[in-house]
């Protein structure tokens, strides 16, 4: 076979650059078998008359096309230094992971680690407490005033929430924007609402106020709780802390309603294009 490997140069990108040279190329070659595109060497237009690539099995690819191929896409990156010292690498790509289910029934693999073996064993007993047998909370996440924002699932506060056992309601809606209306919320029917607000501010009276108004029967129970913004994008131990409130406050509504069957999941796609203003 002739002319069934591609070649794809870095330098024609972004120039020559010197020690970095070998690591941008590398960079460029996993690019390329992560999103199964072969990537265009610029400005190319003649060949070098030494090479006959016609005869060979390597070709230089002029355009950004897709990578189709039977097996695992294979890159190889050649780094040649200037002091002569040449670098060969070899990449193959990775095997497909199997599919994963959130609603999978376990078991699952829980990490800790302490000083002493007294300490473990208190750890490992407080991780059984837990999370034994614990039912998830659905939430709604406001952020703003109007209109109302939810977060996207890729946040802190949603990794706060998922260690809590709690989901976020629309952390995998298909939200054509970042805005839901109060109808929406009120559909889905969460079990609690976390809002952007100082602990300790009049912002968590006048959430639980609005939608005790609305009937949404969490609010009525109590079940509003505050984050600062500051804490809810910024890893250390602010959010730490409010990890650790946001847990308590779920175990409370656990505890609350222990003989209450749980609620059917929310629609698939709960959100609204509009929103409502408080």
């Excluded at 990108?13 to 078998?33: C, E, F, Y």
């Excluded at 809606?173 to 969460?190: C, I, M």
């Excluded at 109590?222 to 779920?250: K, N, S, W």
Aim: aromatic share 6%; proline share 9%; glycine share 6%.
């Amino acid at each position: 076979a002739k002319q069934f490997c591609a070649i794809c140069s870095v330098k024609t990108n972004i120039g020559h650059a010197m020690a970095a040279a070998g690591i941008a190329g590398l960079l460029k070659a996993v690019q390329a078998v992560r999103h199964r595109t072969l990537p265009p060497s610029l400005n190319f237009s003649m060949p070098n008359r030494h090479i006959d690539f016609a005869n060979s099995p390597f070709v230089v690819n002029t355009v950004n096309r897709p990578w189709e191929s039977a097996h695992p896409r294979r890159a190889v990156v050649s780094s040649f230094g200037f002091s002569g010292t040449n670098a060969h690498v070899l990449i193959e790509q990775a095997p497909e992971a199997p599919p994963t289910h959130a609603s999978a029934s376990g078991p699952y693999l829980f990490v800790a680690s302490a000083k002493t073996e007294a300490a473990l064993a208190r750890r490992i007993a407080a991780l059984r407490a837990r999370y034994a047998g614990r039912r998830t909370i659905s939430v709604f996440i406001e952020i703003g005033t109007e209109p109302l924002y939810t977060i996207g699932r890729d946040t802190l506060l949603n990794d706060a929430l998922r260690t809590c056992g709690g989901v976020n309601i629309y952390a995998r809606a298909p939200l054509a924007a970042p805005q839901v209306d109060a109808e929406s919320v009120l559909l889905a029917r969460p079990e609690a609402i976390v809002t952007a607000a100082a602990a300790n501010g009049r912002r968590r009276q006048q959430r639980q106020a609005y939608w005790s108004a609305l009937r949404l029967p969490a609010a009525r129970a109590g079940h509003v709780y505050a984050i600062d913004p500051d804490e809810l994008f910024r890893p250390g131990p602010r959010l730490v802390q409010a990890t650790a409130d946001l847990c308590r406050d779920l175990d409370q509504i656990r505890a609350a309603t222990a003989a209450t069957p749980q609620r059917p999941a929310p629609p698939s796609d709960p959100a609204r294009p509009r929103a409502t203003r408080p």
